[in-house]
């Protein structure tokens, strides 16, 4: 797989939590504090004039996501504001449940008001993509702009997606990772038995700026971490008893891919599935089971942002030169994987 | 004007990515077959809502799939999972799935239908778990026992373009054996109350003409198979085409309008261009995104132009046909491709009467299906907030 092996560097990181951003929210987590639910207040007054303004009446999608990237585009020294779209520039975004909180709000002003109450300006933003396309516009990355979903593991499919277009070669830096915004009509659903999840639910953002390590080089950008390997599967029936070949199957291709053992496991499954992602470790990593954090009994279940966030909150703990296993794993099914080293 | 594609030749893929099967649900039938003979006639499948309660939306008429075989509450996830099981028919796989199996779907609204229902509070029985827009990527995938990769593209209008993008690198990097990949959308109150407040919306669709007045809604699903070149030839599989190229890019102007200069589209093709190491001139056919929209048409003239130049090559939309399926709509246009490369016929843009000036350099296919040898396509999507997409398809 030497293709795979090209490797692809983390050179700038920007995190929205309620715990707070970059770099205090590591202190206060090891500290030994916890916070979760909505975030009372995002820093958007760091972000460039334009930006901000931007940012000011923007969803709350694109309000997490224009505060992490802009964090995140400042520490790469990549975070132009003007001049024409540059094509060498883009964005992959991972998130769960998009916009669901805007489409809540168009339906039901159209539900009580009739076709005069839709509102145009609420439409235009029931789509997922809102986001991607507002940071486009802000920071002119006019190369790849990309937004999925994989469930809760959105984020790391996100990272995993970009990684693969640096590798060929299909963009110069891209701003990837997650994020999921929380709410009363989220929760209500989530409450309901919409997807199962065993934590409290909370908001956030995690992204960061990849690049090819030899561009990195090229410009003299401090490299972070570098991103060795990256899969992703499926758990048709993760509530099965016995379930977790696609996780396993997913470790293992990670393992591969990478060629290097991870120090630190980063935890991704809600409290239901932690049998499921015991079995599949210990099937792919057999006796040598390093030691395993879970940053979402710090943060909540983040979603979208949940597997980037626990790459960051990983990096952040360990010595330089460390490999990291992340996982994220969904009651919808979709699991994921990263391993990465921090530089 | 012109842009020459970068050839991204130093990282060739290591595998080439095929289409060994595909499926539709569409406006006009289920069946590629029936799909695209009735393209090739020029038919319609526009006609007043009859699906659900369209009182107060104006206009009120959309491409509905009237097949009254599909009665389920989650209407995309039907769609999509009937158009992945004639898919996987196609290609030979039934009960013999590869290992890694994958399904990456383009959605715009999932399962809206039911969050309508439930939000409004008139339904307490919803399944809430084929809400969100993962859903019918997960229903697909777990009626058909994958453990591939699975993904849901969020690229509004672009989304299935990418979906079908991001099958292929899959495939080429060696992460999944074969990848059901498309795009899934529905109709409900939702989106055409959505698109008419934008006024966004005509009671027909006219891709490319003097008159358009914008574009008409429309809802199915098409899902092709991307397999790895290796593993279609290991097992003898017949190829429906190939996957040559693919690419995106952001318009980075304004979050509704198209940029007026085409920049993003244009971006996205030369991206896909590049990708498979074409130039310009190796394609023979474009399917444009065509919605019918004033802004959109023109805008899509200027990139092809900043791509083509003045070479005339054939080009159409199949909008006036099938209604824009929004999240589904780049996945139905590349059947139509496929199909058309390999049959050698180009279907005709239905709605389109008279060529607006501004769209006169392009070889517009209407008034009835043109005879012609296609060996490459390009097959180009846009959406809301300026994103873009485009595919290069060869024929088999």
Redesign the interface.
């Known amino acids: 797989?030497s293709?795979?092996a090209?490797p692809v560097a983390i050179t700038g990181a920007g995190v929205v939590t309620p715990l707070g951003g970059a770099p205090e929210v590591w202190a206060r987590a090891s500290a030994g504090e916890r916070a979760s639910g909505a975030i009372a207040t995002l820093p958007l007054a760091s972000l460039p004039d334009a930006v901000q303004a931007r940012a000011t009446r923007a969803e709350r999608v694109t309000q997490l996501v224009l505060a992490a990237a802009g964090a995140a585009l400042a520490e790469a020294g990549l975070g132009g504001t003007e001049g024409a779209?540059d094509?060498g520039l883009?964005?992959v975004l991972g998130?769960?449940?998009?916009c669901?909180l805007t489409?809540?709000s168009?339906?039901?002003r159209?539900?009580e008001g009739?076709?005069p109450a839709?509102?145009?300006r609420l439409?235009?933003?029931?789509?997922?993509?809102?986001a991607?396309?507002?940071l486009?516009?802000a920071y002119?990355?006019?190369?790849?702009?990309?937004?999925?979903?994989?469930?809760g593991a959105?984020g790391l499919?996100a990272l995993g997606?970009a990684t693969?277009?640096l590798?060929?070669?299909?963009a110069r830096a891209l701003v990837a990772g997650g994020m999921d915004a929380i709410g009363e009509?989220l929760v209500r659903?989530l409450d309901?038995?919409?997807?199962v999840v065993g934590r409290p639910a909370s908001e956030a953002a995690a992204l960061v700026v990849l690049e090819a390590e030899e561009a990195a080089h090229a410009r003299g950008a401090r490299v972070l971490a570098m991103i060795a390997g990256h899969?992703?599967?499926?758990?048709?029936?993760p509530r099965a008893a016995g379930a977790g070949?696609?996780l396993a199957?997913t470790v293992e291709?990670v393992l591969a891919e990478a060629g290097i053992a991870p120090e630190v496991v980063v935890s991704g499954a809600p409290p239901g599935l932690a049998a499921l992602e015991e079995r599949a470790l210990a099937r792919a990593l057999g006796a040598a089971r390093p030691p395993t954090i879970a940053p979402k009994d710090v943060f909540g279940e983040t979603f979208g942002a949940a597997g980037p966030l626990g790459l960051l909150a990983a990096l952040a703990a360990v010595q330089p030169g460390a490999v990291v296993l992340v996982l994220d794993v969904c009651a919808?099914?979709?699991v994921a994987a990263l391993i990465a080293r921090r530089v | 004007m012109r842009e020459i594609a970068r050839a991204s030749l130093q990282n060739p893929p290591t595998r080439a990515a095929v289409i060994t099967g595909y499926g539709v649900v569409s406006p006009l039938g289920s069946g590629v077959r029936a799909f695209f003979e009735a393209l090739v006639a020029g038919r319609s499948g526009v006609g007043p809502i009859a699906g659900f309660d369209a009182a107060g939306l104006s206009p009120s008429i959309a491409a509905e799939v009237r097949e009254a075989s599909i009665s389920d509450p989650d209407r995309a996830g039907a769609f999509a999972l009937r158009a992945a099981r004639e898919a996987v028919a196609d290609a030979g796989l039934e009960g013999a799935p590869p290992a890694r199996l994958g399904v990456v779907l383009g959605t715009t609204l999932g399962g809206m239908r039911l969050f309508e229902a439930w939000n409004a509070g008139r339904r307490t029985d919803v399944d809430l778990e084929r809400v969100p827009y993962f859903a019918p990527s997960v229903r697909v995938a777990r009626a058909l026992g994958c453990h591939g990769p699975v993904a849901t593209t969020q690229l509004a209008c672009a989304s299935s373009t990418h979906a079908i993008a991001l099958a292929a690198d899959l495939v080429r990097q060696g992460r999944a054996d074969a990848v059901l990949a498309g795009g899934t959308d529905l109709l409900c109150r939702f989106v055409v109350a959505g698109f008419n407040c934008l006024r966004a919306t005509a009671d027909v669709a006219r891709p490319f003409d003097r008159d358009r007045r914008g574009l008409v809604l429309g809802e199915g699903a098409a899902v092709v198979v991307v397999e790895d070149a290796g593993n279609a030839a290991r097992r003898g599989a017949r190829l429906r085409g190939r996957l040559l190229g693919v690419g995106a890019a952001a318009d980075a102007v304004h979050m509704t309008a198209p940029d007026r200069e085409g920049g993003g589209a244009a971006r996205a093709i030369v991206a896909a261009l590049g990708d498979a190491g074409l130039p310009p001139d190796a394609i023979d056919f474009v399917s444009a995104h065509g919605t019918g929209t004033p802004y959109n048409d023109a805008m899509e003239a200027v990139a092809l132009g900043r791509v083509f130049g003045d070479r005339r090559l054939p080009v159409n939309s199949i909008k006036g046909s099938i209604g824009h399926t929004l999240g589904a709509a780049g996945a139905f246009e590349a059947v139509m491709c496929l199909t058309a490369m390999a049959e050698g016929i180009v279907p005709p843009t239905a709605g389109l009467v008279n060529v607006d000036p501004v769209c006169a350099r392009l070889d517009l296919v209407f008034g009835g299906p043109r005879r012609a040898t296609l060996a490459r396509s390009v097959s180009t999507s846009s959406g809301f907030a300026g994103t873009n997409a485009a595919l290069v398809l060869g024929r088999a």
């Not at chain 1, 899969?231 to 029936?237: L, T, V």
């Open positions: 797989m293709q795979h090209r779209p094509p883009g964005v998130t769960a449940f998009g669901f489409n809540a168009f339906e039901r159209f539900a009739g076709a839709a509102s145009p439409f235009a933003a029931t789509v997922s993509n809102a991607a396309g507002e486009g516009i002119r990355l006019g190369g790849p702009g990309i937004t999925l979903t994989a469930g959105a499919v997606h693969d277009l590798r060929a070669s299909r009509p659903w309901g038995g919409g997807l899969a992703s599967g499926f758990e048709p029936e070949d696609g199957a291709a919808s099914g979709h």
